[in-house]
């Protein structure tokens, strides 16, 4: 029959106007993202024993991490940081992990205006020492110098 393709993509197109709305309305709704999404990041300093594999195992080197001994001349962590302008968000550096320190967060917003910002400090050392806070368990602080 000719222009049963017309019929076919009419039928369809009818169907989705009167069906439920695929839509979200991003600023007012927050969208609902699969577990397995792959966003910023966040470091367990607790767990994070400064291997240094999951830099290893990033494709573009974007992760740099300073490492120093410490008490029974274990590593203790320093700087954890990841330039978030070069990542590919592949999640070589998830898996990777031993300690599962390192994971995907459902944080999606990642844009900036100037190129620094792109760069995601998870831990420094320094920096919660002088803090005096002690709440080193979940760091993830975005574009945070120090």
Do not use: W
């Not at 966040?42 to 024993?49: P, T």
């Amino acid at each position: 029959m000719y222009g049963q393709g017309l019929l076919k993509g009419l039928g369809i197109t009818l169907k989705h106007l009167f069906g439920k709305a695929v839509t979200e309305q991003y600023p007012d709704q927050r969208p609902n993202l699969s577990p397995r999404f792959h966003g910023s990041f966040a470091l367990d300093v607790e767990k994070c024993i400064a291997c240094g594999i999951c830099a290893k195992a990033c494709p573009n080197n974007v992760i740099k991490i300073a490492s120093s001994k410490g008490e029974n001349k274990k590593r203790r962590l320093d700087d954890y940081k990841i330039e978030l302008g070069y990542c590919l968000f592949c999640g070589l550096c998830v898996e990777s992990c031993p300690t599962d320190a390192i994971n995907f967060t459902q944080d999606f917003e990642l844009a900036s205006y100037t190129r620094q910002d792109t760069v995601l400090h998870l831990y420094n050392r320094a920096s919660h020492e002088t803090d005096g806070s002690g709440e080193s368990d979940l760091a993830c602080c975005q574009g945070t110098e120090g």
